[in-house]
């Protein structure tokens, strides 16, 4: 494998890894803002770039069941948040192979 | 008897050169291959092939279409060889079947073998009487402004292919005039460094703008070296992204370019106090500087620069840690210049510091108006956000003090209350952005009583107060009521309710009315952006109240708005479009589309049966089908979640409750 390229996002306001500031994704894509994860407040993604996925576990969240996958960064390989494989109810399935981002992990970079 | 020169057969005694001949033939003969593959281009059989010559000439591709160079023009080697052999079996009638020859095949092929004594109209001259054409390179014969200009019309990735088709084309493409604007944006990924470096050394002296974003690849030092060297004449530069850029290499680079007006070094680790001082001294004419989330430089870097470069106007230092320091604000406040000024996530940011920043040390208050008096800050944009250090006073102070403020941003500054933000927005007439995004401890009066009654009232575009819980409709109306040229509010997360979105559709009405235009059906426009997700409080009336409007302002756009005084005058059709909770965002999507392309018929019908959907699930709720077998099924599944551990995002332990189970609530209701 060659070296890796970060992707660059073009947009007005851009979320990037608190570390080591590369872009993960933007303002526009937020579908909820009214998530809660181990370090506060959390945010769901349409789409991501720059992170990787891990293993997919399942765990309990307040709102059920759930299949998710932890996504790090791609450059320092933090924590970023995770991903929803599969939502055991019908009423969460609508978060399925959305990602979400918490804010703690986060920066604004405009 | 004539002789083969250079080529040009005299057509004449054919039977002389018929056996010499046809091995010249067999020779520039090209195989036709089962695939017109490409492969075969140019590949000349030799005259010693196992296959005999007649059967030979059987697979020869005999193109029976004329072309141009079948018609002997004189100078055309190959014609004149192909009409010579008449000899050679031919097909006149069978068809070309080969694609791929095209054009390059056709110079090599036999072609139109005839017998010339039959056809010829024409002999051509014996070789002494004609005169020799000379071919024309029109390449070479033109200027070379205008071959520059021609080349100057592709992009970086194109001249790089293009270079390598002649030695000649390889120094005009990498002439320095071409490459004045490096720009790596959109190709950073694929170019690999020794390409790049050889480009930025060719062109050199040249390039004036140089863009090398997320080019990882400059690591190798050496690269790098050989890159700063080259670059003399930089004005705009921006190394974001470059790893590993030796500090050395950058110092090399911004100790030769004096002529450096913007410099973006977001996020290198090279970065240090020394450079600071380096650009102070080297490039005095710098006016955008961007130092954000550079690790190894602090507050005392910048100070150098600012007092260094007396042009500074756009001053970017995210996450830059020593601002508490008062020397540095002290220079921020003598040296008046800068226009932008962001400081996003300097959380040592402290208040003191941003009161001598903005009036000084110890200013001489004004005993009328209890205000200092120092010249105001020429301020046009303020970036705070997230300095979780100031609070009331230090925010207090940008008041009165700041009369051109254009765009102000404290999102994330937690503590701070209406009192600090009413001096400012009482004195900034110009206000268009503003961003109080997570301020927990606004009030409504604040928006009702100070933002919607302000002099910038009528120039603001961009309010975002996201996350700001306690504010709801009464600090809402009033703004959409007076602040008529809004163009994008972010009200997601707080109290706003249907009301709101009505008095935004209102206003967007009203707003389209006011502004005509003589053009007949012109299509509607989305003027404001509207986003209230996660609002607990907008139910899918509202939502729908804004589809309903939008379609009506687009469909009387084509009515004019006094048909018998004035009949050329149509409104314009202005709509909002709207970001709302994800489950009805499909529709309102689909809605916006359609009322867009100025079909409003189908918008409107779209809207109508989505209202009967959504109606019929409500009713379908509480009572109606299925009503008790869904409650009970919600009833149970509630129950199985009380047995659960509350994961809240983490799996504790799964051998907990095995087999343990919990005192049934039944209305406890975790979800």
Known sequence: MGLAYNTYLNCARIFACNNCKTHLANHDDIISRNFRGQHGKAFLFNTVVNVETGEPNERNMTTGRHIVRDITCRECKKVVGWKYDKAYETSEKYKEGKFILEAMLLCNVS | ?671
């Not at chain 2, 930025?200 to 140089?210: E, M, N, Q, R, S």
């Not at chain 2, 009528?458 to 107060?465: G, Q, T």
């Open chain 2, 1 to 671: 008897m004539s002789v083969p020169v250079d080529g040009v057969v005299e057509n004449e005694g054919l039977a002389n050169i018929k056996k010499g001949g046809r091995h010249r033939l067999l020779r520039g003969l090209q195989r036709m291959a089962s695939s017109p593959s490409l492969a075969h281009v140019g590949r000349q059989r030799s005259a010693s092939s196992p296959y005999s010559t007649h059967s030979t000439l059987s697979c020869v591709s005999l193109a029976s279409s004329p072309s141009p160079f079948a018609q002997a023009s004189p100078g055309s080697y190959f014609s004149h060889f192909s009409a010579d052999h008449s000899s050679a079996p031919t097909t006149p009638g069978s068809p070309v079947e080969s694609p791929g020859y095209d054009g390059i095949e056709t110079i090599l092929a036999v072609r139109k073998i005839e017998h010339p004594l039959l056809h010829s109209t024409s002999i051509s001259l014996p070789l002494d009487v004609k005169k020799k054409v000379a071919r024309t390179n029109m390449w070479e014969k033109m200027p070379h402004e205008i071959k520059i200009h021609i080349l100057s019309f592709l992009l970086p990735k194109e001249l790089v292919r293009v270079s390598r088709v002649s030695k000649d084309f390889h120094t005009t493409c990498f002439d320095g005039q071409l490459w004045t604007s490096f720009d790596a944006s959109e190709f950073y990924k694929e170019i690999p460094a020794e390409s790049m470096a050889k480009i930025i050394v060719t062109a050199g002296p040249f390039v004036k703008d140089l863009n090398l974003r997320g080019c990882v690849q400059v690591e190798h030092y050496k690269r790098a070296e050989v890159l700063a060297k080259a670059c003399r004449n930089l004005i705009n530069a921006t190394l974001e992204g470059c790893r590993n850029f030796q500090r050395t290499t950058l110092h090399t680079l911004l100790k030769s370019n004096e002529k450096l007006a913007t410099l973006n070094l977001t996020g290198l680790t090279a970065v240090t106090n020394a450079t600071c001082k380096i650009i102070a001294q080297s490039c005095p004419q710098l006016e955008m500087f961007n130092v954000s989330w550079c690790k190894h430089m602090d507050a005392r870097g910048i100070k150098t620069v600012v007092e260094g470069c007396p042009k500074l106007k756009d001053l970017r230092a995210g996450e830059i840690k020593g601002f508490e320091s008062s020397e540095v604000a002290n220079a921020l406040f003598k040296t008046n210049n800068l226009e932008r000024l962001v400081l996003a996530g300097c959380d040592d940011l402290s208040d003191n510091a941003l009161q001598i920043m903005v009036r000084g040390f110890d200013p001489e208050i004004d005993v009328l108006t209890d205000r200092p008096m120092v010249p105001p800050r020429k301020l046009r944009h303020l970036d705070l956000s997230r300095c979780t250090r100031l609070s009331n006073n230090g925010v207090k102070a940008l008041g009165y003090l700041v009369p051109d403020l254009e765009g102000l941003q404290l999102s994330g500054v937690t503590s701070i209350t209406d009192a600090a933000l009413e001096p400012i927005i009482a004195s900034t007439p110009r206000l268009t952005h503003l961003e109080l995004e997570d301020l927990p401890e606004l009030t409504n009066s604040l928006l009702s009583e100070h933002l919607a009654k302000a002099a910038c009232a009528s120039n603001l575009e961009h309010l975002s107060i996201s996350y700001c819980e306690n504010l709801g409709d009464t600090g809402m109306l009033p703004i959409f009521r007076n602040c008529t040229k809004l163009k994008s509010a972010f009200i997601d997360n707080t109290r706003v309710s249907d009301l709101v979105l009505a008095e935004a559709a209102a206003m967007v009405r009203e707003r389209a009315t006011a502004k005509t235009t003589t053009q007949k059906g012109v299509k509607p426009v989305a003027s404001l952006n509207l986003v209230v997700y996660d609002c607990q409080n907008v139910t899918w009336t509202g939502v729908r109240e804004v589809l309903s409007r939008n379609a009506e302002i687009a469909g009387r756009r084509n009515k004019p708005i006094q048909p018998t005084t004035n009949p050329n005058l149509y409104p314009s059709a202005e709509i909002i479009s709207l970001k709302c909770f994800y489950g009805w965002q499909m529709t309102v999507d689909e809605h916006t589309k359609r009322v867009l392309s100025g079909d409003v018929g189908a918008a409107n019908r779209l809207e109508r049966k989505w209202a009967l959907y959504m109606q019929a699930n409500e009713e379908a709720g509480v009572t109606g089908a299925n009503g008790r077998r869904r409650r009970r099924r919600a009833r149970e599944a509630a129950q199985a979640h009380a047995d659960e551990e509350d994961g809240d995002g983490v799996n504790t332990g799964g051998g907990v409750f095995t087999g343990r189970r919990r005192a049934r609530t039944a209305a406890c209701a975790i979800m």
